[in-house]
């Protein structure tokens, strides 16, 4: 039987399962050399300075050898490839950013199997949306990654700064990582200003955060304002302390 996202947190107890168990997770494959230069040159083809086009270098020449790539042609190409990925590379910001977003790309096409925290629709809500995908046998409670108190990250955070006992725990299979200036999820970039660096550090680091390391960021800022992101595009969600 396939098994659940790693890790579940608890071995499942579905029928068919064999005993006790234990769910482990070892880590990510890291990028492929060949997919890090192919990244790059699709990240520098996507701005704007290289919407232009490559004209030739001697268009006197070509009109009587047409077929002819000329040795001012070479030139001509290899001086816009080297400025375009040279000001990429000379760029820290550019090239932190760019990297961040390459280590966490997801490497595969994942179904959405966690509900989103703040969901409403009928689908969405189902209390067992995990069902969906592998089969009835196969249940995880909705209401374990699901807020069915709380109607929006405002809502959580203003919450959890107000006393409640409430984690923040990553969503399943996500990748995070984090550098100077930036924190990166699944292939996104946030931004992070130095007196966010803490927090950033530790929704990288740690699977789930308790309420003091949510307070510490304060009722306004870049560190409320990160987790706030967070929440919303649920690849944080709150939960209760418990098994």
């Known amino acids: 039987r396939r098994p659940r996202l790693p890790p579940d947190g608890v071995a499942p107890a579905a029928p068919g399962w064999i005993g006790d168990s234990i769910t482990l997770s070892v880590g990510f494959r890291p990028p492929a050399q060949k997919d890090l230069l192919t990244g790059l040159a699709a990240f520098a083809a996507s701005r704007p300075e290289a919407n232009g086009f490559l004209h030739a270098a001697e268009p006197g020449v070509q009109i009587g050898d047409p077929g002819l790539i000329s040795e001012a042609d070479i030139q001509n190409a290899r001086q816009m490839v080297r400025h375009n990925l040279l000001t990429i590379l000379d760029d820290d910001e550019s090239f932190r950013r760019w990297l961040g977003t390459a280590f966490t790309r997801p490497t595969r096409e994942r179904q959405t199997v966690w509900p989103p925290p703040f969901a409403r629709t009928p689908l ?14 196969h249940s995880l409670p909705g209401d374990l990654l699901r807020s069915t108190i709380y109607d929006s990250p405002d809502e959580v955070l203003e919450a959890v700064m107000g006393g409640a006992a409430v984690n923040l725990r990553r969503a399943e299979g996500i990748k995070v990582a984090y550098t100077k200036g930036w924190l990166f999820v699944d292939g996104e970039a946030h931004t992070v200003p130095p007196e966010a660096s803490d927090v950033a550090r530790a929704v990288a680091n740690y699977v789930e955060l308790g309420p003091e390391v949510v307070r510490s960021v304060g009722m306004s800022g870049p560190g409320y304002t990160l987790l706030h992101n967070l929440l919303r595009n649920g690849q944080l969600f709150p939960r209760l302390p418990g098994p």
Not at 124 to 137: F, I, L, Q, R
């Open 124 to 137: 969405e809500t189902n209390a067992d949306m995990y069902s969906y995908v592998y089969g009835p046998e």
